[in-house]
């Protein structure tokens, strides 16, 4: 029974984590933008996505070792999993990062338990922090990439374009994009290249680079060049309008940047000001802060305070998001 508080004050740390994790995973209107792209995108290329999974889901069966078998099975949602774990342009694997979670969970939580933390809130860090540093660092990869991918991808764009112009056809402009343009627009037109050199169609092989990069501006070239495959017309006038919407797209998310750094700056150091002062009193007198895990009024005010935390992060994401 005395273990009562210290289990409630446990689920609302939790809960407000996970407040937290929702209110800084993602705005809504872009997973709308994503539906609306990926509705445009299935008018359009029908039939090519179903072929492009059952292919990634042999590939993927043939290629797993029993760890990522392991990690499939014990881990939620491998399938989105193993999807984010493409994205970043590396090798990782399912089962290294199940691997990563359960060290990160073991070392964390035997590091407290033998500091002399209570073995439930030992457990639930290390649940907290396994889960999460290996989600945050995927996510970091990610969003890196994605970047870096963004900046060069309507350079290369107008290189399709003066290619097109040129008289040259586009599997031949997509080949020299893969060949003079760097960093990772260079790497997913050479794969687009090497699956249009084995036998792949174009269309498929540009859908498959869609889905694994999940950007909208890729989508939006994708659904380019089919369009214009099925109506006919100027191709590279189309592609040379699309490269400076781009242009103006990305021009228009550094200025909403720009305006909302200091909202958002204040958010993180309002947020973690209350965990830092924490861990320093902790390792300054860490028998007075035990309290907090024996007292069940400290108990009660401490979830209290960290549900309103979380509500009010909740909100200031609502506030600093704007859809581009």
């Avoid at 005395?2 to 997973?31: E, K, N, Q, W, Y």
């Avoid at 399938?79 to 969970?105: D, E, H, S």
Wanted: glycine content about 10%; charged content about 20%; overall charge positive.
């Amino acid at each position: 029974m005395d273990m009562m508080p210290l289990v409630m004050l446990g689920g609302g740390a939790l809960a407000t984590l996970l407040l937290i994790a929702f209110a800084f995973a993602g705005p809504s209107p872009a997973r709308a933008s994503a539906r609306r792209l990926a509705a445009a995108r299935d008018r359009h290329l029908e039939g090519l996505a179903g072929g492009v999974e059952a292919q990634m889901r042999k590939i993927t069966a043939r290629n797993a070792t029993r760890m990522d078998t392991a990690a499939m099975r014990l881990l939620p949602n491998p399938a989105q999993l193993q999807k984010r774990l493409n994205m970043t342009g590396k090798t990782w694997t399912v089962g290294q990062y199940g691997m990563a979670t359960l060290g990160i969970l073991v070392v964390v939580s035997a590091l407290l338990w033998l500091k002399g933390a209570p073995i439930l809130l030992s457990l639930l860090i290390g649940v907290v922090l396994g889960a999460g540093i290996p989600h945050m660092a995927v996510g970091m990869a990610i969003k890196k990439r994605i970047a870096k991918f963004n900046a060069k991808f309507p350079d290369a764009i107008e290189l399709l374009v003066r290619g097109l112009r040129s008289g040259l056809p586009i599997t031949e402009t997509i080949a020299v994009v893969a060949a003079e343009v760097e960093g990772p627009v260079g790497v997913e037109f050479r794969a687009i290249t090497d699956k249009m050199k084995i036998g792949r169609s174009m269309d498929a092989s540009l859908q498959e680079t869609a889905d694994r990069l999940g950007t909208p501006e890729f989508q939006f070239f994708v659904i380019t060049i089919a369009i214009q495959r099925e109506t006919g017309g100027n191709l590279a006038e189309t592609l040379a309008n699309l490269a400076t919407v781009l242009r103006q797209r990305g021009q228009m998310k550094l200025k909403i940047k720009a305006m909302s750094s200091e909202s958002k700056a204040s958010a993180y150091i309002i947020g973690a000001l209350p965990f830092v002062v924490f861990g320093m009193i902790w390792m300054i007198n860490g028998t007075y802060m035990q309290n907090f895990f024996q007292d069940e009024r400290l108990m009660v005010a401490g979830g209290g305070g960290l549900c309103w935390m979380g509500i009010g992060a909740l909100i200031m994401r609502k506030m600093i998001n704007f859809e581009i």
